[in-house]
């Protein structure tokens, strides 16, 4: 859907979001026309869904407009006709917008939404719905995560549960039992994948982004 907007097929897609009080499709198809927003740069995509040669769901994947890392994307307009809900035509588009993101290499795929039901919809899919990411609802971590990158991040998750602040880097090689370089790499590695956020020159500026179901339990006397 790249190229060309099959306008004449969005009809019904149009007429039922404005029925139910949505303007995003109207905006997904004015951006396309004026060329503002034709999903067309590198791992960018527009996406449909078809039953029977009718489109029933659209969805789209943009870079992030909001952040400055050029390896966060963002899901955009997403509309599946009202028919056509819980029949998996709305999971199948989200989950190749997912893997579309990932094969892209984005390392952070974010939304917005204030839907009680997409809220569970999107956090059946992997997002977390308590997210900080800025002007975003929801966010999924598209990178894969390491069994010691999971073990750096259950500790800094416990640790800030309990101390109401994030570790310093010298009381992580302490429990990790590693030099100075190595912690400060692997805490490099961490923000670079999205997996945590953190403030470049600031101390104990960690905030840990990934779902805690999502990472390994810590092991170990510490």
Known sequence: MRDELPLAQMEALLAESRAEG???VDRLVDDFIDGSNRFDQPGE????VYAGGQLVAVGGLNRDP???DENAGRVRHVYVL??????GAGRLLMQTIIATARSSHFRLLTLRTLNPVADTFYRALGFRGDSDVEEATHHLVCQPLTQKQGQYLAFLHSYTAAHGRPPSEAE???VFRVTPPT?????LRLDENGWIARTPGQ?????????PYQFLPLEGDG
């Open 45 to 48: 995509a527009l996406l449909g």
């Open 22 to 24: 949505h303007h995003f």
């Open 82 to 87: 009202p028919a056509f809900r819980r029949q």
């Open 66 to 68: 909001y952040l400055p």
């Open 183 to 187: 912690v400060h790499s692997m805490i």
């Open 172 to 174: 992580m090689q302490r």
């Open 203 to 211: 101390a104990r500026s960690i905030r840990v982004l990934a779902s």
